[in-house]
C-alpha cells in the first residue's frame, strides 16, 4: 500500500507489517504527492501540483522531473498513468505529455492536445481519450505522434465543463465522470446520455479522483458521498 502526504511518501507491507518513507531529503519533489501510478518495472509515479514529479524504483530510488529542461514547463497536473508498453504520461495544463525513454525529458505529441487535459484514458488499441472543458477527443497513437479520430462535446449532447475521469466497461461504453454529473457514452452509434435519478442514480457530486474497474468488470466512480 502506497500513501502520498506533503514532502513524503510511505509504503506499507500489510502482509509483514512494515513500512518505509521517502522525503524530500531522498529527492522527493516537494510537495502534496497525489495520484499515484504503478509502474512496469515496479516503480511507482507521483505528481506534487506546483513542484514537480517523482519515481521512486523498485530497489528503492527517488528520481524527479522539476525543471523546464526536463520537460516540467509549468507544474500544473492532473493525472500520470504508466501505459503497458512502460510509457509514463502526463496531463497537465499544456496538454498531454510523454516521457522519452532515452534522453527522460517529458514532451508533448506533435498533433496532440495543447490546452489543458483535465483527465486522460489509455487503451488496449494503442489509442487514448483526453477531457477538457470543450469536450472529449479520441486519439490514434502513431509513434510519436497522436492522430484525432473523433470529438465529442456540446454539439454532441456534452455540456462543457470540468471532467475528473473516464473509463470503459466491458461493453465498450464510455463513462465520463465531471463538474455536471456521470455521463454515459455509446460510440457506435454515437448516444450521449446522463446518468441520474431518471436511471436510478441518486443526485451526487463526483469526487475529482479517477475510476475504477474492478476484476469483475464493475466500475467505481468516487463521489463526494463516498
Do not use: C
Not at 454539439?155 to 462543457?160: H, K, T, Y
Not at 464510455?174 to 463538474?179: D, E, H, I, K, T
Amino acid at each position: 500500500l502506497w500513501l502520498g502526504g506533503t514532502n513524503s511518501i510511505t509504503r506499507m507491507d500489510l502482509a509483514q507489517g512494515k513500512e518505509r518513507s521517502w522525503t524530500t531529503a531522498d529527492g522527493l519533489a516537494p510537495g502534496l504527492m497525489e495520484t499515484p501510478a504503478a509502474g512496469k518495472n515496479g516503480d511507482v509515479w507521483f505528481v506534487a501540483n506546483g513542484r514537480g514529479v517523482s519515481r521512486i524504483d523498485a530497489k528503492g530510488r527517488v528520481r524527479s522531473w522539476q525543471t523546464a529542461e526536463q520537460g516540467i514547463a509549468v507544474a500544473d497536473f492532473e493525472q500520470i498513468e504508466v501505459a503497458p508498453d512502460g510509457a509514463v504520461w502526463l496531463a497537465d495544463a499544456l496538454g498531454l505529455r510523454i516521457l522519452d525513454a532515452s534522453s527522460e525529458v517529458f514532451h508533448s505529441l506533435p498533433d496532440g492536445p495543447q490546452a489543458r487535459v483535465s483527465t486522460f484514458l489509455l487503451l488496449p488499441d494503442q489509442s487514448v481519450w483526453t477531457a477538457g472543458v470543450d469536450g472529449l477527443a479520441h486519439w490514434a497513437i502513431e509513434k510519436n505522434r497522436l492522430r484525432r479520430l473523433q470529438t465529442i462535446g456540446a454539439a454532441e449532447g456534452l455540456p462543457a465543463a470540468e471532467y475528473f475521469s473516464m473509463q470503459v466497461d466491458q461493453n465498450g461504453l464510455l463513462w465520463v465522470a465531471g463538474a455536471r454529473g456521470l455521463w454515459r457514452i455509446a460510440l457506435d452509434p454515437l448516444k450521449v446520455e446522463l446518468v441520474d435519478s431518471r436511471l436510478g442514480l441518486p443526485r451526487l457530486q463526483y469526487a475529482t479522483r479517477p475510476m475504477m474497474r474492478l476484476i469483475d468488470e464493475r466500475i467505481v466512480v468516487p463521489a463526494t458521498e463516498g
